[in-house]
């Protein structure tokens, strides 16, 4: 894929290793964990998104706690499908808008998207999938 393979300090391992575990630490709680100082933290954290080792901070909900307790996987299986058919089927509001999906994705041999949601019950997601 033509992506070039960064090398990591131990400092950048060991942030990145705190970072996965729980990225919502702060930079004094890195520190105390670490034993470095705060101007190291974020300066390896700079360093690492300038490489974009790291793209995003994100959040990882409990979705039982929010009510959606029905994890789906949609694996959408077609024959082959033009470029402009395909973006016109991502364009479905049932698809592009509901609140439930939260990714859909593009595969590479027998499927061609796929499809990743929450819903409450099954008769939700049953629901949604007419």
């Not at 949609?74 to 049932?94: A, D, G, N, Q, R």
């Not at 439930?100 to 041999?109: A, E, I, L, Q």
């Amino acid at each position: 894929f033509g992506g070039k393979m960064e090398r990591l300090t131990n400092t950048e391992k060991k942030i990145l290793d705190a970072l996965t575990e729980n990225a919502s630490k702060t930079l004094s709680e890195l520190a105390k964990e670490l034993s470095l100082s705060r101007q190291t933290i974020a300066h390896n954290i700079s360093t690492l998104r300038k490489k974009k080792i790291i793209r995003r901070f994100t959040v990882d909900l409990d979705h039982q706690k929010l009510g959606l307790e029905l994890p789906v996987l949609i694996l959408v299986k077609t024959s082959h499908v033009e470029i402009h058919t395909f973006k016109k089927m991502m364009e479905t509001p049932s698809i592009k808008d509901e609140k439930n999906v939260y990714d859909v994705f593009t595969m590479s041999g027998d499927y061609a998207f796929g499809i990743f949601g929450w819903w409450k019950n099954k008769e939700e997601y049953g629901k949604w999938k007419k």
